[in-house]
């Protein structure tokens, strides 16, 4: 079992900037892709950002020029660093993790940009 612990959810106002956090542990072998998801209020859950074990990252089209995902392989955490964020960012934020051909998910954190 692998087991993701999210952190640096919050309110911010809009144009602010968050940085979130999410770190892996358990019966980690090797971890290919890792990324964000996000689930604004009534909607459905969504890719913000991806990267693979290589560092080759791909956004969402909401996401691009704005966020910014990395990861430090060393520590098996993956990071998304959101600047200019926008009252639309506002969603519960969701790490993901692709290891031995299995998908696994943080609980959560919660994003709420005001106006």
């Known amino acids: 079992q692998v087991q993701l612990v999210e952190s640096g959810g919050g309110l911010v106002q809009a144009g602010g900037s968050l940085r979130l956090s999410c770190a892996a542990s358990g019966s980690i072998f090797s971890i290919n892709n890792m990324g964000w998801y996000h689930q604004p209020p009534g909607k459905q859950r969504e890719l913000v950002a991806i990267?693979?074990?290589?560092?080759?990252?791909n956004y969402a089209d909401s996401a691009k020029g704005r966020f910014t995902i990395s990861r430090d392989n060393a520590k098996n955490t993956v990071y998304l660093q959101m600047n200019s964020l926008k009252p639309e960012d506002t969603a519960v934020y969701y790490c993901?993790?692709?290891?031995?051909?299995?998908?696994?998910w943080g609980q959560g954190t919660l994003v709420t940009v005001s106006e």
């Open positions: 990267i693979t074990s290589g560092g080759t990252s």
């Open positions: 993901t993790v692709f290891t031995l051909g299995k998908q696994y």
